[in-house]
């Protein structure tokens, strides 16, 4: 079966020197035939059964409910590009801290419309497609959080921990509903899940709900008050690491590590004995790596089980030390029961400070190239990308925007935020733009204009002729003259314009009068785009001279349309023919040179051996021959004696 992988691989061993981005260049969406072997060996001459599929590239963006996603992280992404005037130090970090958050709120409200979605409908397949998205969408902004305290925010020993705890209680263990079930019990300390939820709030640091729950054991068990108020204590007065820069890390570490010892001393004299709930919270709180591993169902992630380790053990750990303890906590985490998972690998490049390999392996994972193009266009913003370029002649930032503004091309509207993609990628986005254009189907005419707009508007002259052109074919295959006229126009193709301007010409001659007035009147200077156009045009012109009884503006056009040979010869016959009303009016409107020249122009007409035998076959022309020189002798003769008479006067 021939197979077609949705996106490529970021690793420069899978793309070969020559292939230069082609993979965005191919089209959108190809043909797969699986062929059933069996079927085909089933008797001479029998035809064996095969299947035809439609393989599209970047399927989620044919998924309604990322429509949010792509939309409004688009508005995020163009915001960022247009703030050239890049703010120094402290302020430009914030700045980008915001936009990581506004990324992260964006793929939270897409996250939650999923899980509404899932909820509300009643289709299984539907149901588990919505909850496969959700999972992604959940790992995606547990990923983009840990980047953004890691590399945009890039936070110092102390308040690294900090934002880690911060992390752990939105991402990994949400205990809202278990701390629900427990309060509204009528004796909540005697509820089967309230130590669990201490424990939790002990393990993520939250130290204030664990003491209010912890409370209630006391109310409801009075024996235990004394150990209640020495947990209690040693809670309160946990050191902790502040945001503003009120202590430094050597009083912290000073302060935390007398807290530690206070902690031991308690543990080792036995105090907690009698109690093993309280004792196992102040084995926690001492940092027993064995005591924590206890709680592994209700940690469930080893980055989890990381977070809680160093809260207990090394509050002030800083960033390059991450590392180590992180490929430490997994291991114990899994203890060799399980295999890490593709997740579990990209956490640990980003704890590992590899920006490249988390890039790499969420582009090979994930289902689309939206969460690698935006993670990295905003490292790339914060100068953490600029020494790394791809072999093949574009950076990764490029790339990867290459990658996903080639799968929006592939939709019938959001190839609209496509363009803007391209419009920031300097050395191949014009390229690209100028290859995804052309191949956009222009269903409606209004379609056309916006991606006309668009090619005018960066002056892709050679795409703008195209749509033209091909506009304009529709139209005049349509028959609707007026519209192809139009496009012809817009395109400057003289010679489409010809063509188009002689089937107005024709159609005038069968229906004796022009459709699309407004058009041909205000032609202007566009007229001089072919001779076929300004005789159109100008004899349009001519009609209206005649309509407001201007006959002698509108004699001197129709012979000027003759003699200067504008007109085509074809259509002598019915310049000539217009001219018949103007010589039988009361009023002489042709002199006697003017006459002359009609004569002249009628003989022309009417010498040539084809035309002339054309002439005598067709009753009807000789009629009209014989009419015209009866019309020009007489208008002569009229003209003469007028003349005579004024010059004997």
């Known amino acids: 079966m021939l197979g077609f992988h949705s996106k490529t691989h970021l690793s420069q061993d899978n793309l070969p020197r020559n292939q230069l981005h082609s993979s965005s260049i191919l089209e959108q969406q190809m043909l797969q035939i699986e062929k059933d072997p069996e079927a085909s060996n089933t008797g001479e001459g029998s035809p064996g059964s095969s299947r035809v599929f439609v393989v599209r590239r970047d399927q989620d963006i044919y998924i309604q409910t990322l429509r949010k996603l792509f939309n409004e992280s688009h508005g995020i992404f163009m915001g960022l590009q247009r703030s050239e005037e890049e703010l120094a130090g402290k302020s430009r970090k914030a700045q980008l801290v915001q936009v990581s958050k506004n990324y992260r709120s964006v793929i939270r409200a897409c996250m939650e419309d999923m899980h509404q979605a899932a909820v509300s409908t009643r289709d299984p397949a539907l149901q588990g497609q919505y909850s496969t998205q959700v999972s992604i969408l959940s790992a995606m902004e547990l990923i983009w959080n840990l980047c953004e305290i890691l590399f945009v925010e890039a936070a110092a020993a102390g308040p690294l921990l900090l934002r880690l705890l911060d992390w752990v209680r939105l991402h990994v263990c949400d205990v809202d509903s278990m701390v629900r079930e427990v309060l509204s019990s009528e004796n909540p300390s005697k509820h089967k899940l309230f130590w669990n939820v201490v424990d939790v709030f ?39 690491p502040t945001l503003g820069n009120t202590q430094t890390l050597t009083e912290l570490e000073l302060k935390w590590q007398h807290w530690h010892e206070e902690c031991q001393r308690f543990l080792q004299d036995g105090t907690f004995a009698s109690n093993p ?22 940690m469930t992630t080893w980055y989890h089980f990381l977070v809680t380790r160093l809260l207990y053990s090394h509050p002030t750990v800083k960033p390059m030390e991450l590392r180590f303890y992180a490929q430490s906590s997994m291991d114990l985490f899994l203890g060799g029961e399980s295999s890490p998972e593709p997740l579990d690998m990209i956490l640990m490049a980003a704890f590992e400070f590899e920006m490249h390999q988390v890039i790499k392996e969420c582009s ?3 289902s689309n190239w939206w969460f690698v193009a935006h993670l990295t266009d905003l490292l790339d913003h914060c100068k953490l990308l600029q020494s790394h370029n791809l ?9 990867l925007l290459l990658e996903y503004a080639s799968g929006l091309f592939s939709h019938h509207s959001l190839w609209q935020l496509g363009v803007d993609y ?30 006309l707009r668009i090619c005018e508007q960066r002056q892709m002259h050679e795409q703008v002729r195209s749509i033209c052109k091909i506009m304009a074919m529709k139209a005049l295959r349509n028959n609707r003259l007026g519209s192809a006229l139009s496009w012809s126009i817009r395109a400057k193709d003289a010679a489409f314009a010809t063509l188009i301007s002689d089937r107005f ?7 004796g009068c022009f459709s699309d007035l407004d058009l041909i009147d205000n032609l202007g200077p566009s007229m001089l785009l072919s001779d076929r156009l ?11 001279l005649y309509g407001e009884k201007r006959f002698p503006e509108a004699a001197r056009l129709l012979l000027t349309l003759m003699t200067a040979h504008i007109a085509p010869c074809s259509f002598w016959m019915t310049l000539l023919t217009d001219a018949l009303p103007l010589l039988e009016q009361k009023e002489i409107i042709f002199s006697a040179e003017q006459t002359y020249e009609l004569m002249r122009c009628l003989e022309d007409l009417t010498a040539g051996n084809a035309d002339k035998q054309k002439f005598q076959e067709d009753d009807v022309e000789t009629t009209k021959v014989e009419m015209l020189r ?13 003349e005579g008479t004024v010059e004997g006067s």
């Open 391 to 399: 072999y093949f002649g574009s950076n990764m930032r490029e790339f």
């Open 534 to 544: 300004t005789f159109l045009g100008k004899y349009r012109e001519f009609h209206r």
């Open 277 to 298: 709930h309280m004792e196992s919270i102040c084995k926690i709180l001492v940092g027993d790596e064995d005591a924590i591993l206890e709680k592994k169902e209700l």
């Open 505 to 511: 010409l024709k159609d005038y001659c069968e229906r």
């Open 630 to 642: 009866l019309a020009l002798a007489r208008n002569l003769a009229r003209v003469i004696v007028k």
């Open 202 to 240: 002990v393990l993520q640091g939250r130290m204030d709900e664990a003491r209010h729950l912890l409370s209630k054991e006391v109310t409801a068990n009075p024996t235990s008050m004394n150990m209640y108020k020495i947990l209690d204590d040693l809670m309160k007065k946990m050191p902790m």
């Open 422 to 451: 391209f419009d920031h990628c300097p050395e191949f986005g014009r390229v690209y733009l100028e290859l995804h254009i052309e191949r956009i189907p222009l269903n409606t005419e209004q379609k056309a204009l916006k991606v």
């Open 364 to 366: 090979i994972v994930l």
